[in-house]
């Protein structure tokens, strides 16, 4: 079982460029997410998706965007990248729409803008 | 927001000891918490969770407390092993929210 699969692992962005960040599941997961983790601090929500068809705001969802592009993909772009949202991301899914299951992560994403 | 806190950023124990890892939360109506595991370069592992109508759950060397009154959270891992470093991360969800709010993390560090 290959679980939450995020690509790519590492990307260096320019101040400005855009890229998608992927994300697949296959556990049959209804809800998914994507958050960031900056040093020393807990992971953040960026936005999620309680199931196929719907997305909604997290916690910190200014400069991105999302798709659920099917009930096992969920990416997440950034427009116009800036230095901020150097991060490691991480996309996570769980089987309950109403969130309060447990969550399984995939191996994150370090992204870097300069 | 709502804040999830940790009183101890870093710990180090003794290989064999128990450790005890410590959560505060400040959402009353956090009903549903949950102790996850990150190790270096790795996303974040499930480790046990505990909803809101119990005060105590075991698992496999691992137990959570819950006390509700003091919202407070705590993580006993029993006989603590090298392979048990990491930095552990408390979340909580309320029912009527829509995500879970992480803490900072502890860094644990077993000494062999």
């Known amino acids: 079982n290959a679980g939450v699969t995020q690509t790519p692992k590492f990307q260096v962005l320019k101040t400005g460029q855009s890229m998608t960040l992927q994300c697949a599941q296959d556990m049959n997961h209804n809800s998914m997410y994507w958050y960031r983790q900056d040093p020393g601090m807990g992971l953040r929500l960026i936005y999620y998706?309680?199931?196929?068809?719907?997305?909604d705001k997290g916690e910190v969802p200014n400069g991105y965007n999302v798709s659920r592009l099917n009930k096992r993909e969920f990416s997440l772009r950034l427009e116009s990248a800036a230095p901020s949202q150097t991060s490691v991301y991480f996309c996570?899914?769980?089987?309950?729409?109403?969130?309060?299951?447990?969550?399984?992560f995939g191996q994150g994403t370090r992204l870097t803008v300069v | 927001g709502e804040s999830v806190g940790l009183h101890l950023p870093t710990l180090s124990v003794q290989e064999g000891d128990n450790s005890i890892i410590n959560c505060a939360y400040s959402?009353?109506?956090?009903?549903?918490f949950i102790w996850y595991k990150q190790e270096s370069g790795k996303g974040p592992q499930f480790i046990i969770d505990i909803r809101s109508n119990m005060d105590k759950r075991q698992g496999q060397r691992v137990t959570v407390l819950l006390n509700k009154t003091v919202k407070h959270l705590s993580l006993q891992i029993a006989a603590t092993q090298p392979g048990d470093s990491a930095v552990y991360f408390c979340a909580e969800n309320a029912n009527t929210g829509n995500q879970f709010y992480f803490g900072t993390g502890t860094s644990l560090t077993v000494i062999p």
């Open positions: 998706s309680a199931s196929e068809g719907t997305t």
């Open positions: 996570a899914s769980s089987q309950s729409r109403t969130l309060n299951t447990e969550a399984f």
């Open positions: 959402n009353s109506a956090s009903d549903y």
